[in-house]
Nanobody, 124 residues
């Protein structure tokens, strides 16, 4: 069992930046592959970025390439999502997930553990 807690969300103006954090506790041996997803109101949850301890990556959705950066601090069991040049289209609840048991990384159903989410709101 892994527990994930996201933080760092908030309200910013377009062009601004936020850094989200995802801290893992419990069986952190399963904290190998970590993904960030987001879900806007009325839309399906979508993959934003993923990072693996081994085996490739990081991976990004086309919509965030060049603006978002995923990174991790192994000592702190924490994965970050640095978000720059935010636009209103980035407004969503952002979730982190871990223990991907089936790919591709963008498939929501392939991840076992999820955090509770953190709200990001970007105003124009």
């Amino acid at each position: 069992e892994v527990q994930l807690v996201e933080s760092g969300g908030g309200a910013v103006q377009a062009g601004g930046s936020l850094r989200l954090s995802c801290v893992a506790s419990g069986n952190t041996a399963a904290y190998n592959r970590v993904g960030w997803f987001r879900q806007a109101l009325g839309k399906e949850r979508e993959g934003v970025a993923a990072i693996y301890r081994t085996g490739g990556g990081p991976y990004y959705a086309d919509s965030v390439k060049g603006r978002f950066t995923i990174s991790r601090d192994y000592a702190k069991n924490t994965v970050y999502l640095q978000m720059n040049s935010l636009t209103p289209e980035d407004t969503a609840i952002y979730y982190c997930a871990t223990d991907m048991f089936v790919g591709p990384w963008t498939a929501v159903s392939g991840w076992r553990y999820w955090g509770q989410g953190t709200q990001v709101t970007v105003s124009s």
